[in-house]
């Protein structure tokens, strides 16, 4: 156990069944949402072709209104989520967003899609702080990176949905269709989680009073003197920007530069997210549970040093003029975007006062959501267009945009490393958190 665990009375503990099946379940939840966000990159061109836009003007469309609202909306939500019943705002974020993913797939013009975007983005702004923030109050500190690691494998599940179930589905009938396909199941989870899930109480495995409720100018103030949990955010987020930005033009660049179509480009992915995110998640919570990983300085080395290798092949995939090299490329890369964001969580929520995780969550997804989902598919838009010059954007134009994004991946590394020199300090801090700091 690490120094900074805590020991709980048995009796505040959950079972192990009750803290398995709530992790799976928020585990399904998470596939739900990365696939209900990500399914417009696999049906990317089909909708910039319906709707008669530039490589810019679908980017926007498609990633800026979520990311807009997600932003609004997250901070006032996870500020609710830490006072009030969090399975509660969980299973109606999850029905809010499913349906208006549904939403999406009956649209006809611009306008209609556009407000089905907002509308997934207000929903998902209440999906993943109150998840972490549950998990967090079922697993004790030492094993919580293990546990928000599972978590995590939501993400490649949710993209391989995203990827070659969708691309499939929308080969085989319409974008649209794809898009009602993955947003119904949603539905019926969110009246699951509200049946099934109890609400746990808030830091029975840390020993601390729940009467704390910080306010948001205390949380935001404790969080700025947390420089590991700063540099923890950050990383994470330009992983996004580095990861999640390529990734939600690959589909795209897949058709234009090797001619395949929507089901294809899907497909080329599609087993990569799964089998490669998968095991590159499950092998890193497998090592996150061995007891020389309780340090967790050893936790950000590992994830620096990941990042950091995996950028030289996410580079050589879009340079490349060989499918065959791009899709070994992407065997190497793609696993990567995945294996930090379990971790992150988890040592997120250690650097936070129970009643600041649904906070510190937020403020870190406001980061990554920005990064990846409005300034990376619009700059990486931006420069296609820019690139294309008088000619309408094509394989090369979109291929230089994404080799300018490729090397974030180092600065994504650099921030990861920086918070390994005050990390054990910060969770001493956390932990020590007390009445004072209240208001």
Known sequence: MSATAIDAPRSQAPSSIERWYVLVLVCLIYAINIADRYVVSTVLEPIRLDL????????FLTGAPLAFFYVAFGIPISWLADRYNRRNILAASLV?????????????????????????????????????????????????????TVLALG?????????????????AYTWRTAFIALGLPGLVVGVIVYLTVR???????DALDEVLKPSL????????????????????????????????????????AYHLDVGQAGAVTGHIHLWG????????????????????????????????????????????????????????????IYFYIGPCFGLLNNLAPCHMRNMFIAISLLVANI??????????????????????????????ALLVLAPTGLWAAYHLYLASRTIIADQKRAIGYTKEWAP
């Open 52 to 59: 008669m836009l530039t490589d810019a003007g679908v980017a």
């Open 96 to 148: 809010i967003w499913s349906a208006f993913t549904a939403l999406c797939g009956v649209s006809t013009n611009y306008l209609q899609f556009l407000l089905g975007r907002i509308g997934v983005g207000i929903g998902e702004a209440g999906g993943t702080p109150p998840s972490t923030a549950i998990v967090s109050d079922c697993f004790p500190p030492d094993r919580r990176p293990m546990a928000m």
């Open 277 to 336: 995110g998968s095991l590159a998640t499950i092998g890193t919570a497998w090592l996150l549970s061995r007891p020389f990983m309780a340090d967790p300085r050893r936790v950000v080395w590992l994830l620096a040093a990941g990042i950091g290798l995996a950028t030289i092949p996410s580079f050589i995939a879009y340079w490349t003029h060989s499918l065959i090299l791009c899709k070994a490329m992407f065997w190497l890369f793609i696993p990567s």
């Open 199 to 205: 609400e746990p109480r808030r830091g029975r495995l």
């Open 371 to 400: 990064l990846n989902l409005i300034i990376a598919p619009w700059a990486v838009g931006l420069m296609s267009d820019w690139f294309a010059g008088a000619h309408a954007t094509d394989a090369a134009s979109l291929r230089l």
């Open 217 to 256: 100018i205390k949380c935001l103030k404790f969080l700025w003197q947390q420089k590991a949990a700063y540099h923890v955010i950050m990383g994470g987020g330009l992983c996004a920007l580095w990861g999640w930005g390529l990734i939600y033009w690959t589909p795209t660049f897949l058709q234009r």
């Open 155 to 171: 993400a490649p599940i949710g993209a391989f949905l995203g990827a070659d179930f969708a691309g499939a589905i929308a080969h």
